[in-house]
């Protein structure tokens, strides 16, 4: 008889919730309620006009049609090219596969890297995706609890500790969601070194690169040939709903990215392909790289609120837009915490809960890329709501 139940692994993956908080959100909007969001992981700017003028331009000619599956090869140059003129770095385009989001670029690493049964190590608390894109393909995802001792990543000594013959690699980010916590480069090489060592792969996940508030790490593809660096062009390029990424990855395994990205998905957004070519001119940079000067100051004005009012902060984000807050001083259920104050204050932020499971449930995540007065409303009503319960 046909079991027409689910499968397993759809079952092992939990739901995003911070996605249905922002479902939840917009409801509340639609009836009136004026919502403050701090939960939504992405740029308050625009996409920039270069960009989007380069999108109109392909509309008008009218030429939106499937493209190769590893993306255009005048985009992955130009992304090769990137890497040179910003990184220093020398890598050649065949390294690199154009996707569909960063989303896409983690899914098709894990596909073409896992067995079932296969372990990857990932740090707790760590973006949701990683771990479930690892159950999705049947693998094992190996959360190893991290803290501000270590800076919110994963070590050297970490990756020793939970090394077991099932391991395939290795995956960390940085700057991380949702801790802003940066991984320094010499505890990565050796990292790196030890991967190699078992035979194993290191995925990096830079998507918050060009974001940092200190200088700028090395980036992973520097490190060699058997490490997979996934980046996007939603968050240094303000350009989430673009949904566009890349993956460079070992050059042995682009062949079987493409069949898989070929099945999957077929090809990626070719208007969006055709709008990004504009992202690299040293106009576009420039106009980008001067956001990090509000991202800095939003970052500093509400980590000073939130440690005013009551929430612990051990270590200062130093990338990416997030303040990862310990909430134990009002809640031991960050998750119940989160819709409440949702609900009665209009005030959206995350809950540990969609970032592992170690310690999640007094922890909250708040998401600072929104303008100074947006914040001071946010704080304002949950200072109100927290002194009056």
């Known amino acids: 008889m046909i079991n027409h139940h689910v499968s397993n692994k759809a079952l092992n993956i939990e739901p995003f919730h911070v996605v249905s908080l922002i479902t939840r959100a917009m409801e509340l909007e639609k009836q009136g309620k004026k919502i403050v969001n701090l ?15 380069s999108a109109i331009k392909s509309l008008e000619q009218n030429k939106i049609r ?3 599956s590893l993306g255009k090869v005048e985009l992955r140059e130009s992304i090769a090219k990137w890497y040179q003129d910003r990184e220093k770095i ?3 385009y065949n390294k690199i596969a154009v996707t569909s989001g960063s989303s896409a670029a983690l899914l098709l690493t894990m596909a073409v890297l896992l067995n079932p049964g296969n372990e990857v190590i990932i740090s707790d608390p760590s ?5 479930h894109f690892v159950i999705a393909m049947e693998g094992i995802a190996n959360c190893v609890p991290v803290d501000s001792k270590t800076n919110y990543q994963l070590t050297l000594e970490k990756v020793k500790d939970n090394w077991t013959e099932k391991t395939k690699a290795v995956l960390v980010s940085s700057p991380s969601n949702p801790t802003g916590g ?3 480069y010499e505890e990565l090489k050796k990292i ?3 991967v190699c060592s078992q035979g194993g792969y290191l995925i990096v996940d830079e998507i918050y690169r060009g974001i940092s508030y200190d200088k700028e790490p090395v980036s992973a593809a520097a490190l060699g040939e058997n490490v997979f660096v996934i980046n996007s062009f939603s968050k240094f390029f303000c350009m989430t709903g673009w949904r566009l990424g890349w993956l460079v990855a070992p050059e042995k395994f682009i062949e079987k990215i493409e069949h898989l990205a070929q099945n999957l998905y077929i090809s990626n957004s070719d208007i969006a392909q055709d709008a990004v070519l504009s992202a690299f001119s040293p106009d576009v940079v420039s106009q980008l790289d001067s956001n990090l000067i509000h991202y800095k100051e939003q970052k500093d004005y509400l980590m000073n609120e939130l440690l005013r009012i009551g929430f612990k902060i051990p270590v200062e984000p130093k990338g990416a837009f997030y303040i990862y807050a310990d909430a134990s001083n009002f809640t031991d259920d960050s998750y119940k915490f989160c819709w409440k104050i949702l609900e009665d204050i209009g ?3 995350a809950p540990g809960l969609d970032f592992g499971n170690y310690r999640s449930n007094i922890h ?4 600072f890329p929104k303008t100074i007065n947006i914040m001071s409303e946010g704080i304002k009503r949950i200072d109100n709501y927290l002194t009056k319960t």
């Open 39 to 53: 939960v939504v992981g992405e740029p308050e700017f625009k996409t920039p006009k270069p960009i989007i003028d």
């Open 66 to 68: 499937y493209s190769p």
């Open 90 to 92: 020398n890598l050649c």
């Open 127 to 131: 973006y949701p995706c990683n771990r």
């Open 182 to 184: 940066i991984l320094d």
């Open 192 to 194: 790196y070194s030890f």
């Open 347 to 349: 005030v959206a932020i």
């Open 364 to 367: 909250v995540r708040f998401s």
